[in-house]
Nanobody
């Protein structure tokens, strides 16, 4: 069995920072890519950032470029999302996701439970 667990969410004032972590578990877990998504109430989940597990390529949604940074532990399936200069519109549930070798459609197939990020005005 495989699971991803996010942590680090919370309440922060506009302009502040938060750092999210995502830990993967499972003896046979591996991933080609890992990423972060977020979901606003009543809306579909949207892409935030992602990275290839090898190669160092990173990708960001336009809305977070220059403010958010995705990174990973060198040897463990441990992914971070550093969020700086947070805005109230960043308020959402943030999800960690992985694209594993078992993905049938070359898309993300393992998801965490989500962590709430709330940015006050």
């Amino acid at each position: 069995q495989v699971q991803l667990v996010e942590s680090g969410g919370g309440l922060v004032q506009a302009g502040g920072s938060l750092s999210l972590s995502c830990e993967a578990s499972g003896r046979r877990f591996s991933a080609y890519s890992m990423g972060w998504f977020r979901q606003f109430p009543g809306k579909e989940r949207e892409f935030v950032a992602s990275m290839r597990w090898s190669g160092g390529s990173t990708y960001y949604a336009d809305s977070v470029k220059g403010r958010f940074t995705i990174s990973r532990h060198k040897t463990r399936y441990l992914v971070y999302l550093q969020m700086n200069n947070l805005k109230p519109e960043d308020t959402a549930v943030y999800y960690c996701a992985a694209r594993t070798p078992y993905s049938a459609d070359n898309d993300y197939d393992v998801w965490g439970q989500g962590t709430q990020v709330t940015v006050s005005s």
